[in-house]
């Protein structure tokens, strides 16, 4: 578990990551030097701070307003100037007119979100999203490695199929760790990662996504879906990975 590549997060939930989000350029090409670059959930900015130095003007939110002055002050005053700093939580409390970003980053953010809160969340980020704008998004998948021995792939996979439409991957995942742990029966491994996730997500469900699943349902509010699929994810803190674990969709607001 390489400790460099994520840290605790210290002002939302969860971990946050010191790698750039696959496709990052994705993101930053859809700047057009008009409409500001929205980062939803940006943890401590790392994908905020590549998008200021490509010239770009961020809105960085997180659940609270985050703090980016550990990095900020460092950058030129006109990078400095080109961020906005502000609170806003999926899906209830997206503070921004219709049509206000040209392109919108949401990174590792959705598998925090509960079942009923993902189309509310899909249809608040289209909102947002002005038209020819593109959506960057990855999560947890439902097959992940870690958590393989657990038969969770399979459960939500068979929900998946009688009832397309209907988002049921939200699960206890500190207890589905525990398992898992258990499982690997080496605990000199297994013990430091599961204490990191008791500190960086205390008592919280995580929801895990089939990248299909997730896809339909961005294309039935609008989206033109142009990547859809499942990754490796090493960043992940996790003592095995796989090459499904994470989800990525880039999807586009129809001009
Ligand atoms: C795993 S961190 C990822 C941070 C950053 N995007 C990155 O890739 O490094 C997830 C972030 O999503 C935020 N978050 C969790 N639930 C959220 C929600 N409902 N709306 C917005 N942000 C949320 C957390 O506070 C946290 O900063």
Not at 105 to 128: D, K, M, Q, T
Request: hydrophobic share 35%; glycine share 8%.
């Amino acid at each position: 578990m390489p400790e460099s590549l994520y840290e605790k997060n210290q002002l939302g939930v969860g971990f946050t990551f010191n790698t750039p989000v696959i496709y990052q350029d994705y993101w930053l090409s859809s700047w057009k030097g008009d409409k500001p670059l929205l980062d939803i959930g940006c943890g401590h900015g790392v994908n905020t701070h590549a998008a200021l130095m490509h010239g770009a003007k961020v809105m960085a939110t997180d659940m609270n307003k985050p703090d980016l002055t550990d990095w900020l002050n460092d950058l030129p005053v006109a990078q400095q100037e080109a961020v906005t700093c502000s609170a806003a939580k999926l899906p209830d409390n997206i503070p921004f007119e219709d049509n206000s970003f040209c392109g919108i980053l949401c990174a590792e953010v959705f598998h925090f979100l509960g079942n009923e809160e993902v189309i509310p969340s899909i249809n608040g980020l289209y909102r947002i999203l002005e038209p020819g704008g593109t959506l960057l998004l990855t999560c947890c998948s439902c097959d992940v490695d870690v958590l393989k021995c657990t038969g969770i792939s399979e459960q939500i996979r068979k929900d998946f199929k009688k009832s397309p439409s209907t988002i049921s991957g939200q699960r206890d995942y500190l207890s589905l760790l525990a398992q898992a742990a258990e499982d690997f029966n080496c605990p000199e491994i297994t013990d430091p990662v599961l204490a990191a996730h008791d500190i960086n997500i205390p008592g919280r469900d995580f929801c895990f996504f089939i990248s299909d699943q997730l896809g339909e349902l961005m294309k039935n509010v609008g989206f033109i879906i142009e990547v859809c699929e499942q990754g490796e994810a090493s960043h992940f803190p996790v003592w095995s990975h796989g090459d499904r674990d994470q989800v990525r969709i880039i999807a586009k607001k129809p001009e």
